[in-house]
DNA sequence: CTAGGGTTAG
């Protein structure tokens, strides 16, 4: 460790000398040249010596820059760059203010790096002002400096300043699209920056390129677009687009997120020499969400000789816990810490204990939290409070209820807007265009259910709903059977049918899906709030093990606020 | 070394 020097930028006295002199007297050329030859080259390689060291070292930055001053050298623009950079990245306004003055003072804030590196640092860490004030000197024609400004603009979130300012750009690249449309899926607005990537196709002023696509991608994912995401993965074939670590891991996890496995198994399995940690973790994630082995995948992955990392744990974790796999689980757990000595975090005794509950061995669970290091989280309480509910411990799912209150108090928050990219369903909805053939459809289903056996299973109908006529109908009404009414008249027989949900699946629909599974003889993908299911042939991919309700007596405890379908969306 | 990005998940 080195000395605790204080740096020469967060001392008073810079401070002081920066406030009298803010802008100094940049030395002029003859004095330039009045500096011994064997000085300069000294000063050049000292900084050499150093940039490398700060690149090797990003988060010793500034401190290797304090050194490279102290040694008398003189900070060549480089160096000033990579001070910044890590200015920027600490959101450190006070050190790239005192670099700022100590750049004016040996005049090399004009020096283009520098000037974007301040800019890019001041902006992005609220000092849009200070930003600003660099930017209007000088900055003509120069696309890197409009992009940091703009980057400040989206980072202060001021979406009309973000836009006008975006509008009224000199020059606008692909960096400046690629921007806006990062902070459109930064703020959850996916179907805007599906948006603005159609604008930037019909503008032409710029190609996309694979950062473009990383986030045009990542929105498809979360709107569990597939058409869409069968086109961007076409599109980035067809411009041949170079399909780097990031890129590979969206399309792997939106495949995975869009239910479609095989797609994202395509993608991993033709990677090639591009595998990573990442891409693996990728596919591990899409296994475990797509009830696939995931184990025998992590099996796979350490033969190759990867390193796992934390996610990659975390994920096998939630496998262990999803299967109900508990002696694989203790298992990864132990060789997570003793063959790969990765300290466990919060999420992974989470995932222990989701693990121990799932089975219920609450005693197990109970000692892991006793265990752990840190204080549990909302997530732990949650695991907790889900499996004393399926496995009837009221007791203790009590005291974890009243836990998970106290660590998450607005836990039921959000109901996460999607958009449906081909046809939308609302619970109840009686609105869509061929309402009549869907509700036929509907009621034809309905009598090929109860020919199955089917008994409408009302106890999770939570609103207070009296008459059971009235909460039966609701329930046949709930938008996934819609969606699958829709489906199963609108598609050729044999289509998978593929659903996307923004809430749970009730236990009912799940019931119901199962058996239209088989009557239909269709493969039906639906993907809820959490997971995917696939039925096939009167099972689903998920062992019926997602629903704590399921298994929940029609008088036990009311969970609270169970969310009733509201909003779902297309096929 | 100055502008833009992916993987956990109850």
């Known amino acids: 460790m080195p000395p605790p020097t204080v740096p020469f930028f967060l001392t008073s006295t810079t401070l002081a000398a920066a406030a009298a002199k803010p802008q100094g007297r940049p030395p002029s050329p003859a004095q330039m040249q009045q500096q011994p030859r064997d000085e300069q080259d000294a000063s050049r390689e000292a900084c050499a010596s150093y940039a490398a060291r700060m690149r090797l070292n990003p988060q010793l930055a500034l401190r290797l820059f304090d050194h490279l001053v102290r040694s008398g050298a003189d900070p060549d623009h480089v160096a000033y760059a990579l001070a910044l950079g890590r200015c920027e990245r600490e959101r450190d306004r006070r050190a790239a203010a005192q670099l700022h003055a100590h750049a004016a003072k040996r005049g090399a804030a004009s020096h283009r790096r520098v000037r974007n590196g301040l800019i890019h640092a001041y902006a992005v860490s609220g000092m849009l002002f200070d930003a600003r004030k660099v930017f209007d000197r000088g900055h003509e024609g120069d696309t890197v400096a409009w992009n940091s400004l703009l980057r400040g603009y989206a980072a202060a979130g001021d979406v009309k300043a973000l836009r006008e300012f975006f509008a009224g750009m000199q020059a606008r690249d692909t960096v400046s699209w690629n921007t806006i449309i990062a902070w459109c899926v930064e703020n959850g607005e996916y179907e805007e920056a599906i948006a603005v990537f159609r604008d930037m196709l019909a503008n032409r002023e710029c190609l996309p390129d694979r950062v473009t696509l990383v986030s045009v991608i990542s929105a498809i994912t979360y709107l569990g677009a597939l058409a869409q995401g069968l086109w961007a993965h076409a599109y980035v074939c067809r411009k041949g687009i170079q399909v780097e670590e990031r890129l590979s891991s969206a399309l792997i996890n939106m495949y995975s997120k869009c239910g479609y496995i095989e797609g994202a198994v395509y993608v991993f399995e033709n990677l090639g020499a591009k595998m990573s940690v990442d891409t693996w973790n990728a596919m591990l994630a899409g296994f475990t969400a797509n009830g696939e082995k995931a184990l025998e995948l992590f099996a796979r992955m350490e033969i190759t000789g990867l390193v796992p990392n934390k996610i990659t744990f975390n994920t096998v974790l939630n496998a262990c816990s999803h299967g109900g796999f508990v002696e694989e689980g203790i298992d990864c757990f132990e060789r997570m810490t003793k063959v790969y000595g990765i300290e466990p975090d919060i999420a992974h005794y989470g995932c222990m204990v989701d693990l121990f509950c799932r089975a219920g061995l609450f005693d197990k669970a109970e000692k892991m939290i006793q265990m752990m290091p840190m204080k549990p989280d909302a997530a732990v309480w949650k695991a907790l409070v889900g499996a004393c509910r399926t496995h009837r411990n009221f007791e203790l799912g009590k005291k974890a209820g009243h836990r998970l209150i106290e660590a998450a108090p607005n836990d039921h928050a959000g109901s996460i807007e999607i958009d449906g990219v081909i046809h939308e369903f609302i619970s109840g909805d009686k609105s869509h265009s061929s309402k009549e053939?869907?509700?036929?459809?509907?009621?034809?289903?309905?009598?090929?259910?109860?020919?199955?056996?089917?008994?409408?299973?009302?106890?999770?109908?939570?609103?207070?709903?009296?008459?059971?006529?009235?909460?039966?109908?609701?329930?046949?009404?709930?938008?996934?059977?819609?969606?699958?009414?829709?489906?199963?008249?609108?598609?050729?027989?044999?289509?998978?049918?593929?659903?996307?949900?923004?809430?749970?699946?009730?236990?009912?629909?799940?019931?119901?899906?199962?058996?239209?599974?088989?009557?239909?003889?269709?493969?039906?993908?639906?993907?809820?709030?959490?997971?995917?299911?696939?039925?096939?042939?009167?099972?689903?991919?998920?062992?019926?093990?997602?629903?704590?309700?399921?298994?929940?007596?029609?008088?036990?405890?009311?969970?609270?606020?169970?969310?009733?379908?509201?909003?779902?969306?297309?096929?």
């Open 437 to 571: 053939d869907i509700y036929e459809m509907l009621s034809e289903m309905c009598r090929q259910l109860k020919v199955a056996g089917y008994v409408p299973d009302t106890s999770q109908v939570l609103l207070d709903i009296d008459d059971e006529v009235v909460k039966e109908s609701s329930l046949a009404l709930h938008s996934e059977k819609l969606a699958i009414a829709f489906g199963l008249i609108s598609t050729a027989s044999g289509t998978p049918i593929r659903i996307v949900k923004n809430l749970r699946v009730c236990g009912d629909c799940h019931n119901a899906v199962k058996l239209l599974s088989k009557i239909y003889r269709r493969c039906i993908i639906v993907r809820d709030a959490n997971r995917f299911h696939h039925f096939r042939e009167g099972s689903c991919s998920c062992g019926d093990f997602w629903n704590p309700l399921l298994s929940l007596a029609p008088d036990g405890p009311l969970p609270t606020a169970h969310p009733l379908l509201l909003f779902d969306s297309k096929l």
